[in-house]
């Protein structure tokens, strides 16, 4: 092969190399083409981007589309999922989207600072108060879900559900095997995974491909051990980071880890519940989004699969809302207007949460269509204190938020507990503005 052939085939090696490396880091290229090839241009076109893939949380959304296009048949749905889990891939699709001036109609974002401080503040969407007044929604969603949405008096998003995160799902099969009593404290907690572990099972399945799962089970640990006080104190600056309390949970945290799949660094949150289902593992701690993953692979909630709090964190509801909001300059503005106002409805929100896994916010939704553990989820947020979830955008904003990952996911590494205590202080410190 003489040189210039040679140095051709290098150039396209070299050039296809870097196509994957953009695809693979930034996958809103390909959809952004996709969709603005087919569909962006369409008058008849409503784009939807969301990250629901997985069993259950794909179906819901199906049923949400089914009742838009019976009630506007000549309205064609882009559904644009962005892969990743919780959103992580998709924040950065959506600014690439929208700083290109062709955002899509709507897309899902979580209640609370991940709203406000990304999107609100920075002037991308349009205020839905007008929809609240006229659709009389003020009165039907509960307080603490409104202030989420909310930025100087104008409301920004139309929540769709509510997920409760401080959770453990269980194989009801190997607990039954075994006669394994449901633990109520940390150290009840621990005992079981000894237990489990003793009879030659994986006590705790983990995936953390994405990491955010492992943040998670950290969360839930925060909770369990501070409680809720304390861990909201976590964000205001009364609770200290670098404190004794704190030590003691992250030498929880890493002995929990030692329980868990060898492997979890590989696998998605739906690929570690899949464990659970099969029995390769006993438990998860993930939030109820997992429900309707259980029931879309057709299982049955207490015969087949069993809940509880995550041990220590009886009373407290650890809360994320699932919304979707108005982008500044859209191209089917009416046909989002109409898709908004089915997720702020009764029959919209009926007709999904059942299917997702969550609840609905709004206090007159039929309860008659919800599952033997969504029935206690609505009983436990009007009577537990309510907390809202780090992961989920619910209590941080997402700079604060990677910054903790980063030094949990370095903390898994080096084990240096001292040294992460002190750079979790010295974070929170940066975003509340403290200076020492």
């Not at 309707?292 to 809940?307: S, V």
Request: hydrophobic share 40%.
């Amino acid at each position: 092969m003489n040189k210039p052939i040679i140095a051709v085939f290098i150039a396209i090696l070299l050039i296809l190399f870097i196509f994957l490396f953009l695809v693979l880091n930034n996958p809103g290229i390909l959809l952004k083409s996709r969709i603005s090839s087919e569909n962006y241009n369409n008058p008849n076109s409503l784009e939807i981007l969301n990250w629901w893939t997985a069993g259950g949380e794909a179906e819901a959304l199906n049923e949400l589309y089914k009742l838009y296009r019976k009630e506007n048949p000549g309205v064609d749905i882009v559904n644009a999922t962005i892969v990743g889990g919780a959103g992580v891939k998709a924040h950065s699709v959506l600014l690439t989207r929208i700083k290109g001036n062709s955002p899509p109609d709507s897309f899902q974002i979580h209640a609370g600072p991940e709203l406000i401080n990304k999107w609100v503040e920075p002037g991308l969407l349009e205020p839905l108060t007008f929809l609240y007044k006229e659709d009389g929604w003020i009165n039907q969603f509960p307080t603490d879900i409104i202030e989420r949405v909310t930025y100087k008096g104008e409301i920004y998003a139309v929540p769709l559900n509510i997920h409760r995160g401080n959770l453990v799902w269980f194989n009801s099969i190997i607990f039954q095997r075994f006669n394994i009593p449901i633990p109520k404290t940390s150290k009840e907690f621990l005992n079981t995974m000894e237990v489990l572990a003793d009879k030659g099972i994986t006590p705790l399945a983990l995936g953390d491909k994405n990491i955010w799962p492992t943040i998670r089970l950290l969360e839930n640990i925060l909770i369990a051990n501070l409680g809720s006080e304390n861990y909201s104190g976590l964000w205001n600056g009364t609770t200290s980071w670098d404190s004794k309390e704190m030590e003691t949970v992250l030498i929880n945290f890493l002995e929990i880890l030692k329980y868990t799949n060898s492997d979890h660094s590989a696998l998605t949150w739906d690929e570690a519940v899949q464990y659970v289902i099969d029995g390769k593992c006993a438990m998860i701690s993930i939030g109820d989004f997992a429900e309707g993953y259980f029931r879309a692979e057709g299982l049955t909630l207490e015969e087949d699969i069993g809940w509880f709090v995550y041990p220590g964190s009886q009373g407290v509801f650890s809360m994320f809302s699932d919304t979707f909001v108005l982008p500044k300059n859209v191209k089917h503005r009416d046909n989002a207007i109409l898709w908004l106002q089915l997720l702020g409805s009764q029959k919209g929100q009926d007709v999904f949460n059942p299917i997702k896994g969550s609840i609905s916010p709004r206090m007159d939704s039929d309860i008659r269509y919800y599952d033997v553990y969504l029935k206690s989820a609505y009983k436990s947020y009007f009577t537990d204190k309510i907390v809202g979830s780090f992961v989920h955008g619910a209590a941080i904003n997402a700079e604060w938020e990677m910054q903790i990952t980063e030094i949990t996911r370095n903390l898994m590494i080096d084990q240096d507990i001292p040294g992460a205590l002190q750079l979790l202080q010295t974070t929170a410190d940066k975003h509340l503005g403290i200076e020492k």
